[in-house]
């Protein structure tokens, strides 16, 4: 199977005519949830650390980046904005990619430089982003499970040099080599993963740079392996003990995988999301003071989180609070995660949240055909909450952004809201918002884009 050259040829050769127009507003969506997400990650100390990096090695001016007034050149914002959009468990995720975080931030930072229309850059959203979907679909999730790569790190390169070579205009032959290019860069580590390292936040950014500057590498002449996804030693023998290579291109243009994509409500891991959303519904039915909270079980059928990483009730880090479904359950009965900067690091010095992370219980319920559960799909949670002698139940199915109950653009408006407001007023968040809802119109991309800076 050439899988290499055929998704070239799709980048390549794809109009935004053969685009269905529900393919066009399922990546309206993605891209308004990449906006807020980068404006959550945009202050926090990680980001602020690779900020001041990228400060000290200085360069032209040619693109934006989130919150920052000053410009950077086009692989420096590429970093910086993925760093942003994946760094506070913000960003969407479907098919073990994350292409809101390694796709946008390439195709922002040459869409910005190129002057190039809105039907343009949705369009390279559009096909990165189903690339990016195929080869995570089919490396599988065993690359991470079983070798201990970080996924969207493994598979991020390629949708981002996708991104960049459509709008850089490569021919076929030109993003195949691109593709070769950017396998080189495929990397990232689960290791930061019983520490709470900062990695995570960077590998998403590093992964979105690597592959613009494998597209500008490419359209240069440089030169990398045509087979470097199929290959005996490409990605999928290197990376995955038990790759699914058919699945690269079965239906390509016809099946879109990228709408197949779980959006996170709330700035927390995806395991966290329906045990958030049954506690802010608890908490909007019933008065409840959470330090009179006796204890709290939480049965799910999503399979995911019986991993160690995500039930750890006293993480000792910003990164493990997100992931630990026990301590984020505290939080969300304490705080308002509906803003995300009510998750930041004092909570893990609360003594009250701390308190209550550890009265929480956590049972695996298999699923109604006891199979387990597709990544995204949410299953089924029931949070119960024991206090002042009441015993308080919430049930949940999908949430609102799971893969069977999709987030409409609406709902990711109130998202954007919730998430930007501390960098942007409301005007400039109308703007933006009218600016993404009809991309198409945009003659000039730029106009959306500069925004970003605040």
Request: net charge negative; charged share 20%.
């Amino acid at each position: 199977m050439a899988i290499t050259r055929e998704l070239a040829d799709f980048v390549a050769s794809a109009s935004y005519e053969r685009l269905p127009q529900h393919v066009v507003d399922r990546v309206k969506v993605h891209a308004l949830d990449a906006f807020a997400s980068g404006f959550a990650g945009a202050r926090w100390p990680w980001t602020q650390m690779v900020i001041a990096m990228a400060t000290e090695q200085g360069g032209i001016a040619e693109a934006s980046a989130f919150g920052q007034q000053r410009g950077w050149n086009i692989s420096q914002a590429a970093l910086l904005n993925g760093v942003m959009i994946s760094g506070f468990e913000a960003d969407h995720s479907g098919h073990h990619s994350h292409t809101g975080a390694t796709v946008t931030p390439a195709a922002l930072a040459v869409a910005e430089r190129e002057r190039v229309s809105g039907r343009d850059l949705l369009t390279a959203l559009a096909l990165a982003s189903e690339v990016g979907c195929r080869i995570g679909v089919a490396q599988t999730r065993a690359v991470e499970d079983e070798r201990g790569f970080h996924n969207p790190g493994v598979n991020g390169p390629y949708s981002a040099s996708a991104a960049a070579g459509r709008l850089l205009g490569l021919d076929a032959e030109t993003q195949a080599r691109a593709f070769g290019i950017a396998g080189s860069h495929s990397a990232g580590l689960i290791e930061f993963a019983w520490t709470g390292a900062m990695t995570k936040r960077l590998h998403l950014g590093r992964a979105s740079q690597y592959g613009l500057e494998s597209a500008l590498l490419a359209a240069k002449g440089f030169t990398g392996p045509t087979t470097v996804i199929e290959g005996k030693y490409g990605m999928f023998n290197a990376f995955s003990p038990s790759p699914r290579p058919e699945r690269a291109l079965a239906g390509l243009g016809e099946v879109w995988l990228l709408e197949e994509t779980l959006i996170k409500p709330y700035a927390a891991h995806g395991v966290t999301q329906a045990v958030i959303t049954a506690a802010v519904d608890l908490k909007r039915k019933h008065e409840i003071d959470p330090e009179a909270v006796e204890r709290v079980t939480v049965a799910s059928t999503d399979h995911r989180v019986v991993l160690p990483r995500f039930l750890d009730p006293s993480p000792t880090n910003h990164l493990g609070a997100q992931c630990s479904l026990p301590f984020t359950t505290a939080v969300a009965l304490f705080r308002d995660l509906g803003d995300p900067m009510e998750y930041d690091a004092s909570a893990l010095d609360d003594a009250r949240i701390r308190a209550l992370a550890s009265r929480v219980t956590f049972e695996h319920r298999a699923g109604a055909d006891g199979q387990k559960l597709v990544e995204g799909t949410g299953g089924h949670l029931e949070l119960n909450v024991v206090a002042d002698g009441r015993t308080l139940t919430a049930e949940t199915g999908p949430h609102i952004g799971s893969i069977p109950n999709p987030a409409s653009f609406d709902d990711i408006e109130d998202k954007f809201h919730r998430f930007s407001r501390h960098l942007l007023d409301e005007p400039a968040r109308t703007q933006m918002v009218e600016r993404i809802r009809h991309l198409e119109n945009l003659s000039d991309a730029s106009e959306l884009i500069v925004g970003i800076r605040g």
